[in-house]
């Protein structure tokens, strides 16, 4: 069964009239409050209760909004540069009330000014803050992974580096030992010249070997040695010095 329609006529009943003030009057302030941020429009109520009792509710503040209020009422002929002063005007405190809000929120979230919270904006700023540092840790573990395959990437490059200098320096040493032992080997053939080469380019060799022979085993053949012999002569020696030393002419 459907409500049915209130007559709009004075509450007689006082305590029923009470009852519905309180009622509507909170409906109309949530009401005023949903229209100024659903459509961004700047609003403002007063009321008065039978009591004298005033509520008020001003999106932007209520001086500013009388101001305003006053300007368009008194003052109809407003010329193009007083609209764009209001509408600037407008702005600023948009801008004032953002940044204020901003600025709170930021000293919540430093631990600050948390007195006027109330539970379900202490849970909102917790998960925030959970949200917030999730996000940090996610964000440090991304460069730590990436510094670390960058540090493995270099060293892979250093590592290949290693083994091709490697590889140079045992070629180089290589190289180096194998002309070293070139330079040796020529020098000692240069020290022992071979005679008989040279004899049979003379065309003076006699030296014949057998076939099957050893050379070892051939007997020297006397020798005529042309010059002068040499004689120690002794203090107790009975030889002439006139015998001494022998010289032969020979042509």
Known sequence: MGRGRVELKRIENKINRQVTFSKRRNGLLKKAYELSVLCDAEVALIIFSSRGKLYEFASAGMTATLERYQRCCFNPLNTGAERETQSWYQ?????KAKYEALQRTQRNLLGEDLGPLNVKE?????KQLEGALTQARQRKTKIMMEQMEDLRRKERQLGEMNKQLKIRVSLE????????????????????PCQWNAAASAGTSTFMVQPGSNPMEFEPEPVLQM??????????????????VDSFDLF
């Open 91 to 95: 702005e600023v405190s948009k801008l």
């Open 122 to 126: 202490l849970e909102n700023l917790e």
């Open 173 to 192: 040493l290589s190289s180096v030992f194998i002309n070293n032992e070139h330079e040796t080997e020529g020098q000692g053939l240069r020290g022992f």
């Open 227 to 244: 010059g002068y012999h040499h004689y120690n002569l002794g203090e107790g020696s009975s030889v002439p010095r006139n015998m001494a």
